[in-house]
């Protein structure tokens, strides 16, 4: 969350993080539910649209634009502009991901908390989850759905709960969504 500013509004130095949301401003434009790109599925442009929403009413109220049209014309001069949006919804999963880790390692070993914390805590300072939080891509909102699914399950195999199991089966349903690339 520290800079999702970063390389905006050079599309050049961003890549194909842009695609990640433009995704669903064209969602929204030809009002259909299926994503018109086929590097990111539309699961994380379900989530992002939301807050595209309100950032349109944030930039109406500013008076930055006065109407959807202005609005789009907005966008289409300064690309890269609503990159933040999927650059926090990243960072906001992958600190969620923190917790996981942290529930997951409590429920493997209950009666030892502190590896919990430890565990939670070099979780927080992998490099590699930094890097992936930093990113406007689909990996953790798939990480966290992820490990929702290995928590739900280990809950529903120690308690012999059979909704525990389904809450597993569709966490990692949802955390194979995000990842879908179609190839060509």
Same mark, same amino acid.
């Given at each position: 969350?520290?800079?999702?500013? &970063?390389?905006? =509004?050079?599309?050049?130095?961003? *890549? ?8 669903? +401003? ?11 790109? /086929?590097?990111?599925?539309? %699961? ?5 649209? =939301? ?9 109406? @109220? ?25 650059? @926090? ?6 600190? +969620? ?22 565990? /939670?805590? +070099?979780?927080? &300072? ?9 990113? !406007?891509? =689909?990996?953790?909102?798939?990480? &966290?759905?992820?490990? !929702?699914?290995?928590? &739900? ?12 199991? %389904? ?7 949802? /955390?194979? *969504?995000? +990842? ?5």
């Amino acid at each position: 969350i520290i800079n999702p500013f &970063f390389g905006s =509004p050079v599309l050049h130095v961003v *890549g194909d993080e842009v695609s990640n949301y433009t995704s669903a +401003l064209n969602m929204i434009s030809h009002k259909t539910p299926i994503s018109l790109t /086929s590097q990111y599925p539309p %699961l994380g442009s379900y989530i992002q649209i =939301p807050f595209l929403f309100m950032a349109y009413l944030f930039m109406l @109220i500013t008076h930055k634009v006065s109407s959807q049209a202005e609005f789009i014309f907005y966008l289409a001069t300064h690309e890269g502009f609503l990159l933040f949006i999927p650059r @926090i919804i990243s960072a906001i999963f992958g600190s +969620l991901s923190i917790l996981m880790v942290y529930l997951i390692t409590k429920e493997l070993y209950p009666s030892k908390k502190y590896l919990a914390y430890w565990a /939670s805590f +070099l979780f927080s &300072f992998s490099l590699t989850n930094i890097q992936l939080s930093h990113l !406007a891509k =689909p990996w953790t909102p798939s990480l &966290f759905f992820y490990l !929702a699914s290995l928590l &739900f399950l280990l809950k529903g195999v120690r308690n012999n709960r059979s909704n525990y199991i %389904l809450l597993s089966a569709t966490c990692i349903s949802i /955390s194979f *969504g995000f +990842l879908q690339i179609a190839f060509y």
